[in-house]
């Protein structure tokens, strides 16, 4: 008789996680049992103190306060359909005879949370720093789904033929930043003055 062999799982994994350069390995969720009734208690009374533990070690690696690694929608690779719209873009800069390149793409929530606490510095409040660099929750650079380019030729000749490939400028005071925005007919919406309306009214 041929020896059982227990039916093969297949890894659940997210459909949006299928580049996977940085998959995680999966948290242990099993944990051995204590013998005795005396570790069992033991266990339950540094419960609490591990968890402090290991949620102020989360905050010391991030680098973020809670709410903010916590409600970031964090993007691991630049959106695909931007990574190619740029990249036909800078094809068809070339032929122009214009330089076009990519200053700044994905970032992370902390590399974005640096940013924006280096703006508050400079600036002095929330409303003048995100008028120049938002916080992570709201940049879509976290999400990977906008991109800094350069240089300024090159950011004016995006500006003016980007919606080709549905590349829009935003804001009025960042030539540089573009985001995929075009409507179906194609047309780029409104330039919004600044980042700093995207701010939430108790934010301000
Ligand atoms: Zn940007």
Redesign the pocket.
């Given at each position: 008789m041929p020896p059982s062999i227990p039916p093969s799982r297949p890894t659940p994994r997210e459909a949006s996680n299928l580049s996977g350069p940085r998959d995680r390995p999966a948290a242990s969720t099993s944990r051995p049992e204590g013998r005795s009734r005396g570790t069992r208690r033991l266990r339950d009374a540094i419960a609490p103190i591990l968890a402090l533990v290991s949620l102020a070690a989360a905050f010391h690696f991030s680098g973020l306060a809670p709410w903010v690694a916590d409600s970031v929608p964090e993007a691991e690779v630049l959106d695909p359909a931007l990574e190619r719209a740029v990249e036909r873009a800078i094809r068809a800069a070339e032929r122009d005879g214009v330089e076009l390149r990519v200053t700044?793409g994905l970032r992370s929530a902390s590399e974005q949370d640096e940013l924006w606490r280096a703006a508050l510095d400079e600036h002095g409040s929330t409303v003048e720093a995100s008028r120049w660099v938002l916080p992570p929750e709201l940049?879509?650079?976290v999400q990977g789904l906008?991109?800094?380019v350069g240089p300024h030729e090159g950011a004016a000749w995006l500006g003016e033929h980007g919606a080709r490939w549905g590349l829009c400028q935003?804001f009025a005071n960042?030539p540089?930043?573009?985001e995929r925005l075009t409507s179906k007919n194609g047309t780029c919406p409104a330039l919004l003055p600044d980042a700093s309306v995207l701010l939430d009214e108790d934010a301000r």
């Open positions: 700044s940049s879509a650079h906008a991109v800094d935003v960042e540089w930043h573009f």
